[in-house]
């Protein structure tokens, strides 16, 4: 893909005819993965390896898949195949694939620390979401998709994730304009006694990305941001945004799956061309 950003708002995993695992705890099943609270979680049976079956009813197009909150070691891989007759014959097979992305390059982090192939750390896993991302190299059209999931050293005796992700990928005919804003908000209460003393009720971060689309068709901005993110995700449900696709480098700290802060308007700049401010906050 281009180096433009994704802004992927249809999960297809969600209207799925059938989802299916061959290892869940009957308390959470792989039907948690289409919940937009990702802390309702599906988890395999003390298992650490698993298959996931999804029916989506007809062919539609996909670009990329995104596994979203998971408790996949560094060790862990996943595999993808799609099919149009339930795998009678395989349409596209990703291979064995890291279910981590390095997230550096040799010589990035200060002296003296050094991690195996650009892995994150766990320690560094834990101040995210960890979520596992495979883009497609062109579009697929297909009706089932299969996950195979291993991690054998993982430690806690199962697999578990909050969120699948299958679906189209919109990237702006021009990337987002120069100025876009990643921070960390930490809504911790902070309360100071009279006498001096700091207390602090923390709670937990989530990272929020503020960019803005500039110069786009009309045709385009109001068929895929004022129509289909705006109409019909609104505030109340999840979008996935990857602002650079082609550096997975970026992909731990960048990518958040989240929603919109706020509708804002779709403004018209100049000539037939509109621009617009997006929020993306993240869901944790």
């Known amino acids: 893909m281009a180096e433009k950003i994704i802004i992927s708002s249809e999960n297809y995993v969600d209207s799925a005819s059938t989802l299916t695992a061959d290892s869940a705890v009957s308390t959470l099943p792989v039907t948690n993965l289409q919940d937009i609270q990702i802390v309702k979680v599906w988890r395999t049976n003390s298992a650490t390896s698993a298959e996931i079956n999804i029916d989506l009813g007809s ?3 996909m670009d990329f898949f995104a596994l979203i909150a998971h408790n996949l070691t560094t060790s862990a891989t996943v ?11 395989t349409l596209y097979d990703s291979g064995t694939l890291d279910a981590w992305a390095p997230v550096e390059a040799f010589g990035g982090s200060p002296w003296g620390v050094f991690t195996w192939g650009g892995l994150p750390s766990a320690s560094v896993i834990s101040l995210y979401n960890a979520s596992t991302f495979t883009l497609l190299p062109s579009a697929q059209i297909a009706r089932y998709i299969r996950l195979n999931i291993a991690d054998s050293t993982n430690s806690a005796g199962y697999l578990e994730a ?23 908000v930490d809504d911790s209460r902070v ?3 009279r006498g001096g003393q700091v207390f602090v009720d923390e709670v937990r971060k989530y990272r929020r990305v503020t960019f803005d689309l500039i110069h786009l ?7 895929n941001i004022f129509n289909n993110i705006d109409r019909v995700k ?16 970026t992909w731990l700290t960048q990518n958040i799956y989240g929603r919109l802060a706020a509708i804002g308007p779709v403004e018209n700049t100049t000539l037939s061309r509109y621009s617009r401010t997006m929020t993306v906050e993240e869901i944790i």
């Open 79 to 89: 595999r993808w195949r799609l099919s149009n007759d339930n795998f009678s014959t």
């Open 217 to 223: 068709p009309e045709s385009e901005i109001f068929t």
């Open 162 to 184: 909050g969120r699948l992700i299958a679906g189209p990928a919109y990237q702006p005919t021009i990337n987002y304009a120069n100025g876009v804003s990643f921070e960390f």
């Open 59 to 61: 062919q539609k197009i």
């Open 234 to 249: 609104g505030v109340s449900k999840d979008v996935l945004v990857i602002p650079q696709p082609s550096d997975s480098a």
């Open 191 to 193: 309360t100071k006694s």
